[in-house]
């Protein structure tokens, strides 16, 4: 798969000025786009799309300096703490950065680590390096957005400052200028867009203008060790870091799962899904990259891959979609008002059972197969995807108010699963526990007209007892 996906980026393009850039992917952040005289080049500050390849964010930047004859670096700016990530995140981010730092090597690209939050170390660097144009990509997340609205207020003036939306096919702002309901309604805006944005992509070339500044070479041991992050939580050993290996897991998935993704997927124990998510969330491979690997198979596999498409794209470029027109999309607030009012009308409902955060942590509820799952997700960083909303509202129906629960599922998410913070993950818990892109269903205690799901419902679909059995309370 690597030579195939190396062989159609050259025949895309063997340099981006040769593609036609499609320039609904840029959006301008800063006032004035006029890119200064002879300034020593241009930057890609990367952060949400951690890889070298199939970037648009870095092809853009690249195509800037090649227009200009400037030389090209890039800048990830590392914090030392990102809302609830452990090193379990921070250990598989920083050797999939390992890996891009060698390959921009390769490209004769520089590659800067920059220690601290962007607002402090960025405009320092664009000054001492005279960059004369800023170059990001795109998540829709406030953390992130509030980096870039804070780089944009210290940026000097005379230096452009743009934002790519590298992680979707068709761009979050393009897609729809509002909050979608829900994949009914964005999913056609989605596929009439697709033959102008899903298409290959050139590639990133070795870089012709070099700059009189060399990257200093980083000690990612150091790195690691000086992280003030939460070390209980261990790294996992199935998911092997960065890019190589993710186009692995795609390569993997073609050939031995794609063909059982629609009959199996929902099946916790059928190895059926992509498992690519840890290397999505990161960046590391690209959907867009993916989905045109996978897409290759619509002859023999229709339904396997329209559900992959659905599931990666329609599905998730609506999460991106929910976080970016709704800034409480990760509280009650951010759910419709029918929502909010069944749940506040049952939260005085008894509860069966009230279960702490602790117990829930451990996995110490009276229900075996919610337990497995919560186990799955600490002991492996990925539970299965229909787990988790039976996971989910389980939490609902286990705490004393609809707050709590979103509080708690939210939590648990960001803390144990590798691809958690996420847009998938805030929208996943809304979904769950206060119906975003659902509908209403039979009004019930504690749910309200919340979509329900109990483990009579689970048991028919597939043997929970064998799922019980892989994962016990330690
Ligand atoms: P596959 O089934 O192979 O799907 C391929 C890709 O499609 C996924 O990687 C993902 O990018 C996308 N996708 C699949 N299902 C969904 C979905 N329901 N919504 C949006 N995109 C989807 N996903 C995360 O990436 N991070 C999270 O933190 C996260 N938390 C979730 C919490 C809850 C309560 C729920 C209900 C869902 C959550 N999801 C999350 C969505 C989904 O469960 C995972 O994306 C999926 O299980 C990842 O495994 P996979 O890549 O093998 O999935
Ligand atoms: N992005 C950065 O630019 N710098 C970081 O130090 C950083 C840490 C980090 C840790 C865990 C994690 O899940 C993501 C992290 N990101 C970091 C990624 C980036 O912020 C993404 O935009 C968000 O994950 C949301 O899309």
């Known amino acids: 798969l ?9 025949r895309a393009g063997s340099s981006v000025l040769a593609f036609a850039f499609n320039k609904k992917r840029v959006r301008l952040v800063s006032s004035s786009s ?54 379990r995140h921070y250990g598989f981010m920083l050797k999939g950065l390992q890996e891009v730092a060698e390959e921009c090597k390769e490209l004769h690209i520089p590659f800067h680590l920059l220690i601290g939050l962007a607002k402090d170390v960025l405009p320092q660097f664009i000054n001492e390096h005279d960059i004369g144009g800023l170059v990001t990509d795109f998540s829709p997340l406030r953390v992130p957005l509030q980096w870039v609205d804070d780089v944009r207020k210290n940026l000097p003036d005379d230096v452009p400052f743009v934002q790519v939306d590298a992680h979707n096919i068709v761009p979050c702002w393009f897609a729809s200028s509002k909050q979608e309901y829900g994949a009914r309604t964005i999913r056609k805006k989605i596929h009439d867009q697709l033959p102008q944005f899903l298409t290959e992509f050139p590639a990133v070339s070795r870089h012709p203008h070099n700059s009189k500044f060399t990257a200093e ?105 929910f976080c970016f027109y709704n800034e409480t999309y990760d509280k009650l ?34 229900d075996p197969l919610w337990n497995a799952a919560q186990l799955q997700m600490v002991h492996e960083g990925k539970m299965h995807g229909f787990l988790r909303m039976y996971w989910a509202k389980k939490i609902l129906e286990w705490t004393s108010t609809p707050e709590t629960a979103l509080k708690y599922a939210i939590y648990l998410n960001d803390r144990f699963e590798l691809d958690g913070r996420d847009p998938n993950g ?15 269903w039979a009004e019930r205690a504690v749910f309200g007209k919340i979509r329900y799901m109990n483990y009579a419902g689970c048991k028919r679909k597939f043997d929970v007892e064998q799922f019980e059995r892989r994962y016990h309370p330690k």
């Open 217 to 321: 070479s980083v000690d990612w041991d150091a790195c690691y060790a000086s992280l003030q992050v939460d070390r209980t939580v261990g790294e996992v050993d199935w998911a092997t870091p960065g890019g190589t290996a993710g186009l692995r897991v795609l390569q993997s998935f073609i050939g031995e799962r794609l063909k059982f993704f629609n009959t199996d997927r929902n099946n916790p124990n059928k190895a059926a899904l992509s498992n690519l998510s840890p290397w999505f969330h990161f960046g590391q491979v690209s959907v867009q990259r993916a989905v045109l690997e996978v897409q290759k198979y619509g002859g023999k596999f229709r339904e396997s891959v329209d559900a992959f498409i659905e599931e990666a794209v329609v599905r998730r470029e609506l999460a991106d979609n």
């Open 2 to 10: 690597l030579e195939g996906v190396a062989r159609s980026r050259l």
């Open 426 to 440: 805030y929208v996943g818990c809304m979904w769950s526990i206060c119906g975003i892109h659902d509908q209403g």
């Open 34 to 87: 006029e890119l200064k005289e002879a300034s020593g080049g241009i930057s890609y500050w990367m952060s949400r799309d951690q890889r070298v390849q199939d970037n648009w964010a870095f092809l853009y930047a690249q195509r800037l300096a090649l227009q200009q004859k400037l030389p090209l670096h890039v800048c990830f700016c590392l914090v030392p703490k990102f809302l609830d990530a452990t090193i």
């Open 333 to 366: 607030e951010g759910a419709y008002a029918w929502a909010r009012n069944t749940l506040k009308d049952h939260t005085k409902d008894r509860r069966t059972h009230i279960y702490t955060l602790e117990q829930l942590e451990a996995g110490k509820t009276h």
